[in-house]
């Protein structure tokens, strides 16, 4: 009677255990379908962005490259123009951009993919400080923050502020 009642009670355990395996299968199936339609949303606001800043400030004819992953950096990266690196000296956009692409690939290396991934992350920041610079200069900063820590907020950013035309900031050297 005993081992009767006990195989009653395993198979109980069981059947519960199971049920809350496809529970946490589902609601992890869920997550992984929310992320990803997610990501394609901030994809295309991206995109749409950076293909309007094209098309208004002279660089209609790399506007296509927005569309394309990884290499919508260089489209970034002729926006933004030239950029005060490490407050040391003026790098043009589009080295950093490739210096970011390059980077971006060499990442899976042992050591020098370490190098690399603070390299990456180092030509992100600055190309990213770079282009909500010109689309609006008082709060680059925080969103060049927010582009690091939680990049949504900074996309958002630039769709509200895709048909910006930038002014070309002039220098009077006294």
């Keep these: 009677m005993f081992l009767l009642y006990y195989e009653g009670w395993f198979i109980m355990v069981v059947m519960v255990l199971l049920a809350l395996d496809f529970f946490i299968i589902t609601v992890g199936l869920f997550a992984v379908v929310a992320f990803c339609i997610g990501a394609l949303i901030c994809y295309g606001l991206l995109s749409v962005s950076l293909t309007c800043l094209a098309k208004n400030n002279g660089y209609g004819k790399y506007a296509i490259l ?3 992953p990884l290499i919508k950096f260089l489209l970034v990266g002729m926006l933004c123009g030239d950029v005060e690196f490490l407050n040391l000296t003026k790098v043009r956009g589009v080295i ?3 210096l970011m692409i390059v980077s ?9 993919g370490m190098i690399m991934a603070l390299v990456f992350m180092m030509s992100f920041l600055h190309i990213s400080y770079g282009l909500l610079r010109k689309i609006h200069k008082p709060s680059a900063p925080y969103m060049t923050f927010l582009a690091a820590v939680f990049p949504i907020i900074p996309i958002a950013f630039i769709f ?3 048909n910006v035309i930038f002014e ?3 220098y009077i050297e006294k």
């Design 66 to 68: 927005a569309w394309i």
């Design 96 to 98: 950093l951009s490739v």
């Design 168 to 170: 070309d900031e002039l």
């Design 160 to 162: 509200i502020r895709r």
């Design 104 to 112: 971006f690939f060499a990442i899976n290396f042992n050591t020098f």
